[in-house]
């Protein structure tokens, strides 16, 4: 019997790099889909090539919208200063206005188009930026939403989001992904990662990354400039 289908959410980050293996151990035929969305940098694009590549993606698909039209956030909006002194309560800048909400919707129609019931992302309400299209109540909306907004929802082939990573730590996420093979050194989690993929080793998600690793008791392969 072939793989069931589904549809992966990849960045080119440490979760989504998490999330893809996970799909893949469960069995499903994972087709990737990355976005440019007029981010700071390209080079978690080029991560999410070959993370794809590395963990036998069935396809892999980088669709660009430029939500850097929009501003809004620190991370299309070169005007505003990504944060880099360590992660504050509340909703920082470099939250981007509806993100995620954007991406599931994309994931969403490629999804009817192969008949996948299945959407795979890496979203986490542990350790994280405060996010609100991160939380457990969001994706469960959204899934509500999906089978409401969709011709396989409505006739009765229901849709399913997954985010296996919703309720773990970072180090938990990081173990878990050890276990599953995942080379972290191909990874990009960076918010400002210059060309070759170097961090910054001071935004909040290299903090959270290098806390993450060092709660895990491994190596960090990062690249950091500092």
Request: charged fraction near 20%; charge should be negative; glycine fraction near 10%.
């Amino acid at each position: 019997m072939p793989a069931r289908p589904a549809v992966v959410l990849l960045s080119g980050g440490l979760d989504s790099a998490t999330t893809l293996a996970i799909a893949r151990r469960d069995g499903y035929a994972c087709h990737c889909l990355s976005v440019d969305y007029g981010q700071r940098h390209r080079a978690e694009l080029a991560a999410a090539d070959r993370v794809a590549a590395a963990l036998g993606a069935a396809a892999h698909r980088t669709i660009h919208l430029d939500m850097a039209q929009f501003g809004g956030s620190a991370l299309t909006d070169d005007a505003i200063a990504v944060p880099t002194g360590g992660v504050q309560p509340g909703i920082p800048v470099t939250y981007v206005p509806a993100r995620n909400t954007v991406m599931l919707a994309l994931a969403l129609a490629w999804a009817e188009v192969l008949g996948a019931q299945d959407i795979f992302v890496g979203v986490n309400a542990v350790d994280y930026s405060g996010y609100p299209d991160c939380r457990p109540e969001y994706i469960a909306a959204f899934e509500r939403m999906a089978n409401l907004a969709t011709k396989a929802g409505v006739e009765g082939r229901a849709l399913h989001v997954h985010a296996p990573l919703i309720d773990l730590s970072k180090a938990e996420i990081i173990r878990r992904g050890l276990a599953l093979g995942i080379d972290y050194g191909l990874t990009v989690s960076c918010y400002q990662a210059d060309a070759t993929g170097q961090a910054c080793g001071s935004c909040d998600s290299c903090r959270l990354r290098r806390e993450g690793f060092a709660a895990a008791g491994v190596a960090d392969p990062t690249r950091y400039a500092a």
